[in-house]
C-alpha cells in the first residue's frame, strides 16, 4: 500500500520535470549558441557565389559566349555579392530575421532562373538578363551574411576574430558541403546546380529566421570571454574535421568513379559532421541553464529583482549631432564613427584602395580557375578537383587568419593590417605561377590564391570593426566590401578576359579561321593568361605598398588594448519591476543575456 499523498508527490515531480524540460528548452532555443549555430549552418550553404567556377562553363557552352562576355556577367555575379549597402542600411533599422528573410527570397528568384536559362526552359537570355539574375542571385548572400555575420560579431565583441574566421570559414568551404550534398541529388548532371543552390540555402534561412538575433550580455558577460573562446575553438576543431573528411573525399572521388548510392553515403558523413555541433550547443545551453536554476534557489527572492543591466561604456549618453555637421572630424580611431565619417575617413580611402587591388585579384583567378584549367591543357576531372579543393583552402585561410589574428593582437599586439599586408604579397605567388604556366604550378597556385582569398576577409572585416566601432558596423562592413568588385571589373572584365580573347582570336587567325556567331572561343597555350597575371601582380603589389600606409596611421590604435572598453560596464541602478529595464524596455531574462 502507497504512503499517503505519494501520488500527489509524484504528479508535483512529474509536473517539475516537465517545467525544468520545457524551461531548458526555451533556454537552449533563446540561447546565444543556437544563434552561433545557425550562422555557421547558414554560411555553409550561401557561397554559390564563389562557385561560379563549376557552373561557368555550362553557361558559356550552352549560350554561347565569349570569355570577355563570361567574365562580365561574372563581374556582375560579384558585384551583386559584394554591394551591400542596402542590407547593411535595412539591419540598421530592422532585426536581423527580416534581412535574413529579403535575403532568402532573392536567393531562390536569382539563381532558379539561372537554371532555367541554362537547361533551356525559357528562351535564350539576353546579356544583360543573365547579368541581372546572378546579381540578384549573389546579392542574396550580403543580406545572409550580413543578418548572420554582423549579430555574432555584436554578440560575441571580444572574440571577433575568431568568430569572423570561423563564419568566414564556413562560407569558404561551402562549394565542397554544397558539392557533396549536390552529387546525392542530381548525380553529375551539373547544369541543375543552380537549382540547387536556389533551393538549399533559401531552406535553410526560412529555419532559423527566429533564432539568429541580438543577444545582450548581461552585467557579468565579460567574466565569460574565456569559456565563449573555449567553445569557438570547439567549434573550430570540428569544423577542420569536416574540412578534411571533404578534402579526403574529394580526392577519393578523382580516383573512384563514385555512384548515387555512394555520394549519398559520403554526403551523410558530410551531415552528421555539420550537425555534430548541436552536441556542444545543447551541452553549453544546459550548463547555464543549471548554473541559473541553481543560482535562483539559493536566494529565489531577490535573483530577478536584482539582476543588473549591463550598459557598456560604448553605449553610453552622448550628446547627438548631425552627421553631416562633422563628417571631416571623426572621433579617435576605434570610437564609434558615423557612416559619413568612416566613409571620407583616410583610413576608409586606404583600406578601400587596398581591397580593391588586393581582393580583386584573388576574385579574378577564382573566377577563372576552370578557363585557366582548360587553356593549360588540364583534365575535367582534375578541374573539377582543384575547384572543389580551392574551397578547402578558402576555408582554411579564413579560420585560420582569424584566430592567429586574434592570438597574435590579444598577446603581442601585431596589428591585423600588417597581416592585411602579408596576405597581399604572398598572394603573388600564385600569380606568377599561372603566368609563368610552371608545372603543376595551378595545383599550388590555387593552394596560395585560396588561403590569402580567404584569409583576406576575416582580417578585412575585423579591421573595419575595430577602427570604425560597432554603433554602424553592419553598414560599413558591406561598404568596405564594395572594394572588391570595383577592382574585379579592372582586373577580370578589362584585363583579363580582353587578354585572352585577343590571344584566342590571334590563334583562330593563325590556323586561317575566323569565328562564327554564337561559337565559344577559346584560347589554349600559357600565353592565354600570361599577360593577365603579371599585371595582376603588379596591381597587388601596389594595394600591398598602399595598404602600409594603413600600417602606420593605426599604429598608435593597435599599441593600446582595443577590448579595453567592452571590458569596462557600467551596471546601472536594479529596475523597479523584475523583466524590466530601467529605460522601460521588457526583456526575457535566463542568466546568459537579455532578448529584445
Known amino acids: 500500500m502507497g504512503l499517503p499523498g505519494g501520488s500527489a508527490t509524484s504528479r508535483f515531480a512529474a509536473i517539475r520535470g516537465w517545467r525544468d524540460m520545457k524551461s531548458l528548452s526555451i533556454a537552449i532555443l533563446m540561447g546565444r549558441w543556437l544563434s552561433v549555430y545557425a550562422s555557421f549552418l547558414l554560411m555553409a550553404t550561401a557561397g554559390a557565389s564563389y562557385m561560379f567556377g563549376l557552373y561557368s562553363n555550362d553557361i558559356k557552352s550552352t549560350l554561347g559566349y565569349d570569355q570577355t562576355t563570361l567574365n562580365l556577367i561574372g563581374f556582375f555575379k560579384d558585384l551583386g555579392a559584394n554591394i551591400g549597402l542596402l542590407s547593411g542600411l535595412l539591419n540598421e533599422i530592422t532585426p536581423p530575421w527580416v534581412v535574413l528573410t529579403v535575403g532568402a527570397t532573392m536567393n531562390f528568384t536569382g539563381y532558379f532562373m539561372v537554371w532555367l536559362a541554362v537547361t533551356e526552359k525559357i528562351p535564350t537570355p539576353k546579356v544583360w538578363h543573365m547579368c541581372l539574375y546572378l546579381t540578384i542571385g549573389a546579392n542574396s548572400h550580403t543580406f545572409i551574411n550580413t543578418g548572420a555575420l554582423v549579430t555574432c560579431v555584436k554578440n560575441f565583441p571580444q572574440n571577433r576574430g575568431i568568430m569572423l574566421g570561423l563564419l568566414n570559414g564556413y562560407t569558404g568551404i561551402s562549394a565542397a558541403v554544397i558539392a557533396q550534398l549536390y552529387h546525392t541529388f542530381y548525380g553529375k548532371n551539373t547544369k541543375s546546380f543552380t537549382l540547387f543552390v ?18 545582450k550580455p548581461v552585467a557579468n558577460h565579460h567574466q565569460h570571454k574565456n569559456n565563449d573562446r573555449k567553445l569557438l575553438y ?53 550548463r547555464l541553464w543549471k548554473d541559473e536554476k541553481n543560482r535562483a534557489m539559493s536566494s529565489p527572492v531577490t ?59 584573388t576574385l579574378s583567378m577564382m573566377d577563372n580557375l576552370g578557363q585557366i584549367g582548360t587553356s593549360l591543357g588540364y583534365s575535367l576531372e582534375s578541374i573539377t578537383t582543384f575547384v572543389s579543393l580551392t574551397s578547402v583552402w578558402i576555408f582554411l585561410g579564413e579560420t585560420l587568419a582569424g584566430i592567429l589574428s586574434e592570438i597574435l593582437i590579444t598577446r603581442y599586439k601585431f596589428p591585423r593590417p600588417l597581416m592585411f599586408t602579408l596576405t597581399l604579397l604572398f598572394s603573388c605567388i600564385g600569380y606568377l605561377l599561372i603566368a609563368f604556366n610552371i608545372r603543376i604550378g595551378l595545383y599550388v597556385a590555387s593552394v596560395v590564391t585560396g588561403f590569402c582569398f580567404g584569409a583576406q576577409w576575416p582580417l578585412l572585416f575585423s579591421v573595419v570593426s575595430e577602427i570604425f566601432g560597432l554603433k554602424h558596423y553592419s553598414t560599413l562592413y558591406n561598404i568596405s566590401a564594395m572594394a572588391s568588385p570595383s577592382g574585379l571589373y579592372l582586373l577580370n572584365v578589362k584585363i583579363t ?84 529595464s530601467p529605460e522601460g524596455e521588457a526583456v526575457l531574462e535566463t542568466g546568459k543575456g537579455q532578448f529584445t
Not at 574535421?241 to 578534402?247: E, T
Not at 596611421?553 to 593600446?560: D, L, M
Open 234 to 286: 570547439k567549434f573550430f576543431y570540428m569544423s577542420l574535421v569536416l574540412a578534411g573528411v571533404l578534402l579526403v573525399l574529394i580526392v577519393i572521388e578523382n580516383k573512384v568513379n563514385f555512384t548515387r548510392r555512394e555520394y549519398a553515403g559520403s554526403a551523410s558523413v558530410v551531415l552528421f559532421l555539420l550537425f555534430l555541433p548541436l552536441v556542444i550547443v545543447g551541452l553549453e545551453e544546459y
Open 198 to 215: 536556389a533551393w538549399l540555402p533559401t531552406a535553410t534561412a526560412f529555419c532559423f529566421l527566429r533564432v539568429i538575433r541580438i543577444i
Open 497 to 580: 578576359g580582353y587578354l585572352y580573347d585577343r590571344e584566342a582570336m590571334k590563334q583562330l587567325r593563325a590556323l586561317g579561321q575566323e569565328r562564327k556567331s554564337g561559337e565559344e572561343l577559346r584560347c589554349n597555350g600559357g600565353e592565354c593568361y600570361k599577360l593577365s597575371f603579371i599585371i595582376i601582380t603588379g596591381v597587388t603589389l601596389f594595394g600591398a605598398l598602399v595598404s602600409l600606409v594603413l600600417v602606420f596611421r593605426t599604429r598608435k590604435f593597435y599599441r593600446s588594448d582595443i577590448y579595453k572598453r567592452f571590458r569596462e560596464v557600467e551596471i546601472s541602478p536594479a529596475p523597479e519591476k523584475a523583466g524590466e
Open 303 to 361: 535573483t530577478t529583482a536584482a539582476v543588473a543591466v549591463a550598459t557598456p561604456r560604448f553605449d553610453g549618453d552622448k550628446k547627438v549631432i548631425s552627421c553631416w555637421k562633422d563628417v571631416f572630424s571623426p572621433p579617435e580611431i576605434g570610437e564609434d564613427h558615423t557612416i559619413l565619417q568612416a566613409v571620407f575617413s583616410p583610413e576608409m580611402i586606404t583600406l578601400f584602395l587596398t581591397t580593391m587591388c588586393g581582393i580583386g585579384g
